[in-house]
């Protein structure tokens, strides 16, 4: 692997990328509205045939509606949250070399090993590492060269 080196702002919109990118590859892809509609039909089923539980019934439900709000509004609440927190608006230094890929912001620094990767995810607008311990770790294309793209991809193949 050649080395290479470059450097991005943690900005709203790569942050954006990086939640519709990885989305339809990750553990909650699908919304699971199983939970809402439990706690729905739990609470009204206390408000209609237990008459001292309405304070219960009623806070049933509006975990119901808590949690179907959840599920709608989850990019939205995502981002908000990445933008709260430190990182936001950072400068990342991001470097490839022979062992894996580095990053560095002032507030954290994180190495992935080649042979911790499991399997890279090709995205239309970027690549998904795939750790073998299960996380994964997003890296939009607009940052390197179609030279260095195909290197990620032949070591994953390997």
């Given at each position: 692997?050649?080395?290479?080196?470059?450097?991005?702002?943690?900005?709203?919109?790569?942050?954006?990328?990086?939640?519709?990118?990885?989305?339809?590859?990750?553990?909650?892809?699908?919304?699971?509205?199983?939970?809402?509609?439990?706690?729905?039909?739990?609470?009204?089923?206390?408000?209609?045939?237990?008459?001292?539980?309405?304070?219960?019934?009623?806070?049933?439900?509006?975990?119901?509606?808590?949690?179907?709000?959840?599920?709608?509004?989850?990019?939205?609440?995502?981002?908000?949250?990445?933008?709260?927190?430190?990182?936001?608006?950072?400068?990342?230094?991001?470097?490839?070399?022979?062992?894996?890929?580095?990053?560095?912001?002032?507030?954290?620094?994180?190495?992935?090993?080649?042979?911790?990767?499991?399997?890279?995810i090709e995205?239309?607008?970027?690549?998904?590492?795939?750790?073998?311990?299960?996380?994964?770790?997003?890296?939009?294309?607009?940052?390197?060269?179609?030279?260095?793209?195909?290197e990620i991809?032949?070591?994953?193949?390997?």
């Amino acid at each position: 692997m050649q080395a290479f080196t470059t450097q991005f702002t943690l900005s709203r919109a790569y942050l954006a990328e990086c939640f519709d990118q990885t989305l339809p590859y990750g553990k909650n892809a699908k919304p699971n509205y199983t939970l809402p509609v439990v706690f729905f039909v739990l609470g009204m089923g206390l408000l209609a045939f237990i008459e001292d539980s309405g304070t219960v019934g009623f806070m049933l439900i509006v975990l119901a509606v808590m949690e179907v709000l959840h599920i709608r509004f989850r990019r939205a609440w995502w981002l908000t949250r990445q933008m709260w927190g430190r990182s936001a608006d950072s400068e990342v230094k991001l470097s490839l070399d022979e062992n894996g890929i580095n990053t560095q912001n002032p507030y954290t620094k994180t190495s992935v090993l080649w042979s911790d990767i499991q399997r890279v995810i090709e995205t239309e607008l970027g690549l998904i590492l795939v750790a073998k311990s299960g996380g994964q770790q997003y890296l939009s294309k607009s940052l390197f060269s179609d030279a260095v793209i195909s290197e990620i991809l032949a070591i994953s193949n390997e």
